[in-house]
Every structure is written in structure tokens, then in C-alpha cells.
């Protein structure tokens, strides 16, 4: 393993998996403003059950000594999920929404490494640091198009009780530096997470037929 801080080799070993991710035609189509609220909700919605399932593995290692230091209930998504899909479709949102098959295929993983700690990690990585980051990029953007303002529509990317992010995010690759993981298990997780990447990016290609759906109306 390098000596660079682990948080950079992180980085560096996923870097290509993370341009590939942002190279998405339905990402693409929302940020030109080409998607009506409902396609846009149609990713919210898979971030709703993708959610579900990361907080809920977070919960469950939250006495993990490995796991523990990125147990953030600060960032839990769930309720700023709800907000966001009861502005999107109304009160009955529950009743417009379903897992796609990509979905259900990156929850099953989440759930199947939710007992081993750096697989948590990885996913929590994959998904946590992306919207801090670019995620914030996104929201601005989505307040431009759509109108949103705090209170439901993109809360999803709102951390006001986090602070500052930079220096948040910060302090999360200084956790990573810190993991007390031996040099093999510091490469499963590096597997791991290119995995989350890819499957989070099947996730946003299968949004194509929203896009394609949209365009066609």
C-alpha cells in the first residue's frame, strides 16, 4: 500500500469510476432543465430506497469500532427524502414510487455488507462525500430550474447541521487516514467502493428511460 494518506489513494484508485458516474445522459437532461418535477422525482425516489437501507446499515454498526466513526446521524437522509417527494407528488407520494431494478440491486449489496464494517464505508464514501461535494453543484442548479426553496424539493442535498462542509469533509478523510485496517483490507474496501460506484451509475443509466420518455412527450 502507498504511504499517501489513505483518504487519497481512496481517491485516486476510484477517480475514473467517479467521471464515468458523472457522465450520464439523465444527469445531463436535468441539469439543461429538459426534465418536468416528476422526472426529477423519479431520482429522488431511488434515492429513497437507497437510503433507507445505507442509514440503516449505519444505524446497526453504530457500536462498530470501525464503522462507528462514520455513523453521522447529522446525515441521515430519510426525512429530508419524505420532504422532498411530498413536494414532488403530494401526499401520496408513496403510491408513485418503486425501486428500479439497479436499485434493488444496490440495496441487496448495501444490505449484504452492512455486517462487514468497511463495506459500509465504502458505500457510505461512495454516496456521503459525492453529495457534499458535486451534490451541492446539483442542488443549486435544481433551485434554478424547479424554483425549490428549504422546506422540501431538494432538502435531500441540504446538511445545515453538519456546518461547515469543507472542513467536514475534511475530518471524514481524516478518519479514513486513521482506519486501523491492514493493507489487504484496505484494498477490499477500494474494491468496494468501485463497485458502489458502478452501481449507483446503473442506477442514473437506467434513469435514461425517463429522459427518453420526457423527450419523446
Do not use: C
Not at 439543461?32 to 440503516?56: N, R, T
Not at 457510505?124 to 457534499?132: A, E, I, V
Not at 447541521?161 to 491492514?182: C, T, W
Not at 452501481?199 to 443509466?205: A, D
Amino acid at each position: 500500500m502507498s504511504d499517501s494518506p489513505f483518504s487519497e489513494v481512496l481517491r485516486n484508485a476510484t477517480w475514473s469510476d467517479h467521471e464515468s458516474a458523472e457522465d450520464d445522459s439523465y444527469l445531463k437532461a436535468l441539469m439543461a432543465g429538459q426534465l418536468s418535477p416528476e422526472a426529477y422525482g423519479e431520482m429522488v425516489a431511488q434515492h429513497y430506497f437507497a437510503y433507507l437501507a445505507l442509514d440503516g446499515a449505519s444505524k446497526a454498526l453504530a457500536g462498530d469500532p470501525i464503522a462507528a466513526p462514520f455513523v453521522f446521524p447529522e446525515l441521515y437522509r430519510e426525512e429530508a427524502l419524505v420532504r422532498d417527494l411530498e413536494t414532488i407528488y403530494g401526499a401520496g407520494w408513496r403510491s408513485r414510487i418503486e425501486p428500479s431494478l439497479p436499485t434493488l440491486t444496490l440495496v441487496a449489496r448495501i444490505n449484504q455488507v452492512s455486517s462487514r464494517p468497511g463495506g459500509y464505508v465504502a458505500h457510505h464514501y461512495t454516496r456521503y462525500m459525492g453529495d457534499l461535494s458535486g451534490g451541492q453543484f446539483i442542488r443549486m442548479e435544481l433551485q434554478k430550474i424547479y424554483g425549490y426553496t428549504p422546506g422540501g424539493g431538494v432538502d435531500f442535498y441540504l446538511f445545515d447541521e453538519v456546518g461547515s462542509l469543507p472542513r467536514f469533509k475534511n475530518q471524514y478523510r481524516a478518519r479514513l487516514d486513521a482506519l486501523p485496517l491492514s493493507d489487504a483490507d484496505k484494498q477490499r474496501l477500494i474494491r468496494e467502493t468501485k463497485l458502489a460506484y458502478q452501481l449507483n451509475t446503473e442506477v442514473l443509466g437506467e434513469l435514461g428511460r425517463v429522459v427518453r420518455a420526457e423527450l419523446a412527450a
